[in-house]
């Protein structure tokens, strides 16, 4: 264990750039430069996030979902409609070009609507529940001292989904999605989804406060029983701790809230909410009572790693740095462990380089290092203290004519293991890394980039 946070971690993975490094040549620091929570992500964070990105956009497309992309700036007359601009102004940012007025998207909601109507007043025959997906960035103003490297910042990515929905489909949907979300966080990233370590709770509301929400009693009794049965059956099966908070719903809907505590960190995952407000304000029931005759529409928000940035910061505290093989920037490290003998260092040599072109040729992210043998156990430290590769290759006299000394890291174990094989085992051991993920779309997410400068 160390004292590193995820800033630490991130800054030293190349994930981002750190905002109290300092510019000596711009004469500040490089957050002065970014701006107040907003992160810039570097090589090691766009290659994560690119392929994240591309896991999740083919889990979604292969689950029902259309894949779809919003822009960053709307007119405020879109966020009038949606009521934000009477909610949620503070929180926006707006401004003036040519005497109209825009905001920066602080949700993606109202632009998945706009969609969701576009193709009613066009097809007029969509089949319902109808399911949008998008990693949507969104900006949202939060006080600068409440900022805290990714887990509050002031622009984000979303995993953001709206269902559009009649109340007979409810529980089944919501069902489905509390699976989703199971397999995405079991598949993807190692986390056991299930026991009484992971909390769902259920924000209902108070009906003696009726005021205080939008939407008739009667909406609120029919959906939030439907949640409540679902959370009580899942619940069940899964050993799930659950729990109901009355009068802490959102003022549109009710909504899960999923939470986990792994070793002593307990951590916010993704949301489910129900909202009966935005499909009034867009008046989307009127819409389908004209085209389907369908007037109990529904909107289904949900989110399961919610915030990507919030999610890889807690990631990194919760396991010290260490990412899932498929996500880490630098999978495999090849160390050729160098004797005093020229000949025998030019064997070693070869046969590394052989080895780091079938890698590369697989996709495979790695690098080669060099050391000596008396430097080995302090460039495996600093290589596992900075760099973290989920594997690492010794190439050293003894590896000459036989096979390799394995070192990989079991995330589930959370702990180091070794073993001895030739390339086959080193190619079976890759694809055990990756299995879980392949299982989850049936493809493979590898994508080469070269990182080898770092340790030139
Ligand atoms: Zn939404």
New binding site residues.
Partial sequence: MDNKNHIDYADELDILVRHDRRAGFLNGEFGDFIGKGIQLFSFGGGILRTILYNILTDFHAKNGYYVIETPIIASTRLYKVSGHLSYYKQNMYIFNIEDEEYAIKP???PH?ILLFINLIEKNRKIKLPFRTFELGRVHRYEVSGSLYGLLRVRGFTQD?S?IFITMDKLESEIEKLIFEMKEIYEKLFNIKFEGESLTIKLSIHDKNKMNEYSGSLEDWENSVGVMRRVLEKVGKKFGFSISIDIGEAAFYGPKYDFKIKIGEKEWQLGTIQLDFNLPRNFRLRDLTKEYFGIEDIFII?RAYLGSIERFIGSYLEVFNGRLPFVLNPIQLAIIKVNTRDEYIDSKINEKAQELYLKLKNEDIRAVVIESSKTELSNVVRILESKYKPSIIVYIGEKEINKGYSIRYYNLEARKVETINGDENKLFELIEELERKVFDLNKKKYRLFEDFNFLFE
């Fill in positions: 949700m993606n909601c998945h953001d709206h928000h």
